[in-house]
């Protein structure tokens, strides 16, 4: 396993993780355009937030009310997947 994304064994049905502008895949999730495009999200609040750590910090305490799977970064990133699809698309 990469270094930093250890945690991938952990999370039951992931398709792929995002750790600053590191991005791994899955098989499956490397055939498909949305968990590319969620991945790419990640990576773009990432930027907008200032990092990963500035990230947490800004979000913990969403992070632990909700946890991760439902948190406000993760429901933008899952929102948006489909919509940067569609835009690649034409
Ligand atoms: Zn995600």
Do not use: W
Request: net charge positive.
């Amino acid at each position: 396993m990469l270094k930093g994304f250890g945690h991938l064994k952990r999370i039951r049905g992931a398709s792929g993780a995002a750790k600053s502008y590191g991005i791994i895949l899955t098989h499956y999730g490397e055939k498909r355009r949305t968990v590319i495009a969620h991945e790419l999200m990640q990576v773009s609040q990432y930027e907008r937030l200032g990092g990963i750590a500035a990230l947490v910090r800004s979000h913990l305490p969403d992070f632990i009310a909700n946890g991760y799977r439902r948190s406000i970064l993760e429901d933008e990133a899952y929102s948006r997947e489909d919509e940067i699809v569609q835009a690649q698309a034409n």
